[in-house]
């Protein structure tokens, strides 16, 4: 039985300061529920929302991480000084990361393996552009970063993976694909992941949806079969936003 699973993404917003009010109104806000709930922020504010969220049911994640354990990698954070400083996730291969900072689906095969190794659950982005989508592309785009993020993943492991599809045309451009696009993906994706690891493995990996998630969508997005959460991003900002998302 899949669990849902609601993640806000914060991208390059809110300095400590701004961070720690946010947690604090959030976390008067936020009532105890049956879906797993976690923020993804900057490195800067990480240890902070740890600090007040210690005591309830809501994770913290980093937005990145390098594959190394250590070296001379200037201005990267590896994953042991994530894990001391308590994360609980950690997003790799999103697309603003493959867009900018030139991602690909081998370095996010090493960092979900570094990831799984400590302990620390992966949420992998997938998704393809308008161009590729209109070129009738979408599937094949998601199939190739997806058996490419994940190759050499054991069984064991590949259960704990979250996998987010984020169709990169529908990210912060008010756009969102409609239920039943995402649901097409998000169907496709554990097809493909059925190839790989097996369907008693596929139907417990986790599968969100990420692109303008909000409150006034998430309840019809969140009821398709295949979507098991959200990644969410602008409204993740606002502590209300966020909680009627976690309420959907």
């Keep these: ?37 976690a923020i993804c922020a900057p490195y800067t504010d990480l240890a902070t929302l740890v600090e007040i969220f210690k005591d309830t049911k809501i994770g913290v994640g980093a937005q990145n991480v390098h ?11 590896s994953v042991g000084m994530l894990q001391d400083i308590g994360v609980d996730y950690c997003i790799v291969g999103h697309s603003e990361r493959r867009q900018y900072f030139a991602e690909t689906d081998e370095t996010v095969n090493k960092k979900t393996k570094k990831l799984l190794a400590n302990d620390i659950v992966p949420i992998v982005c997938v998704g393809e552009c308008l161009e590729e989508r209109e070129a009738g592309k979408a599937k094949e785009v ?78 019809e997005i969140m009821n ?4 098991d959460g959200a990644l969410v991003g602008g409204a993740s900002l606002k502590p209300q936003d966020f909680v009627n998302i976690i309420d959907f």
């Design 224 to 227: 398709m079969t295949n979507i």
């Design 1 to 37: 039985m899949r669990i849902p699973f609601i993640a806000g993404n914060w991208k390059m917003f809110k300095t400590r300061a701004e961070a720690q009010a946010f947690a604090e109104e959030f976390k008067q806000l936020y009532k105890d529920t049956d879906v797993k709930t």
């Design 142 to 219: 998601v199939e190739t970063q997806l058996r490419n993020g994940l190759v050499a993943i054991s069984n064991e492991d590949a259960i704990k993976i979250v996998v987010a599809y984020e169709p990169v045309w529908a990210i912060g451009t008010g756009k969102t694909a409609t239920p039943e696009q995402a649901e097409e993906m998000c169907e496709f994706i554990r097809d493909v992941l059925t190839d790989i690891f097996g369907e008693d493995v596929a139907d417990e990996i986790v599968i969100q949806y990420g692109g303008s998630v909000k409150p006034a969508n998430a309840t």
């Design 67 to 77: 594959f190394e354990e250590e070296g001379a990698f200037t201005g990267e954070i």
